[in-house]
């Protein structure tokens, strides 16, 4: 994604005393924005999927009397860069950039840049000024600033796990806040990991599963992408494994049950990754917590939750490509499961190209391809 292709209509820079890992996660946190609206008079929701599996919301903007409706994309640039992208309405093609500066460990630096069309940017019921846009980016990063004093990267989604344990309570950790007991109505539970039971797969899907060498040695292909935990300072590796788990199970949970080569990979992935030595039965009382989450919060809500922490936390394709692997490792991927793992990489603000990028690498160290 290019967004620096002009010089800026207007542009801003607020220095704010909160570490730089800590404001990007607010910028990025889809699912905060949603639940608790940082700007006055704005509310967002979630629209059905775009074109391409890309994550749209719909904002409602009350303005000089008028109500104004547009619909965005919160997306990561190449450089790392938030934005936000006006892709229908009266400020279509606009884009909002903030990059993020650390200037001191308690101390960053934010530039909020905006790009408009040569038809400008409207506001309420005119066109805005480059003053009066400067105006709208310092109000937009005070309310940012504001909304940091109750914001923690860490708080509603840290591990409090055990090296060597990640149950039900480490699965509750990992995706922010209480889950519903385990014990979800009879239709909306997977079936225990190896059932028969109604709702299982069928037996003959089991059987196309890999083999379990291919996928050992492409795990041993994708390692390199782990590389991404150790520039995570160490307070930040407990979040960054139980989201990555989380997004794991969210995946699986959205297929159904969990086949034997996707229990073995999940195995395999926490203990190559995070020295994670996990027990069957730990999968799937994870899995059916997460079953039971999604059936009362909804598919949407988890993804976006997960997604945006995965960004924040800069795991999204370690997460990502252990999702496909998982999935990939019982013979193909599941409608569901790819509309989750989609779902997951748009709220984390992953473009569709290195989705699909992510998925061919995978494929070829399975020798797939």
Known sequence: MTVHAANPFASVTLVIDQPMKVI?????????????????????SVLPEGPGGELLLRQETQAMGRSQSEDIAIERAEDGAWVKRFAVGVNAGSRLVAHFTAEAAQRTRVQLQAFVPTGGFFIGIGRVSTLGMEKHLQRLLADYQRA??????????????????????AAQAAVGGPLPPPEAPEHA?????????????????????????????????????????????????????????????VVVAAGGEVVAAERDTIKEVARRFFSLQLRDEDIAQAVQAMSAAITS??????????????????????AISSSLLIALSSGAIGERERAAIDRIAAAAGMPVREVTSLQKRVLEALGSV
Request: hydrophobic content about 45%; aromatic content about 4%; overall charge negative.
């Open 297 to 318: 919060q909804g598919l949407e809500t988890r993804c976006i939750k997960v997604g945006g922490r995965l960004a924040a936390l800069g795991v999204d394709q370690l």
């Open 189 to 249: 539970r997977p079936p225990a990991v190896g059932s028969a039971g109604e709702g299982a797969r069928p037996r003959a899907r089991a059987d196309k599963s890999l083999p379990r060498a291919r996928v050992l040695d492409a795990l041993d292909e994708l390692s390199d992408l782990a590389e991404a935990l150790t520039r995570l300072p160490h307070a930040d590796l407990r979040p960054a494994s139980s989201n990555v788990m989380a997004c794991i199970y």
């Open 148 to 169: 940091l004093a109750d914001y923690s990267l860490t708080e509603e989604d840290s591990v409090a796990l055990d090296s060597f344990d990640l149950g039900e309570a």
């Open 24 to 44: 990007e996660a607010l910028f990025f946190d889809i699912d905060h924005a949603l639940r608790a609206p940082l700007h006055e008079g704005v509310t967002l």
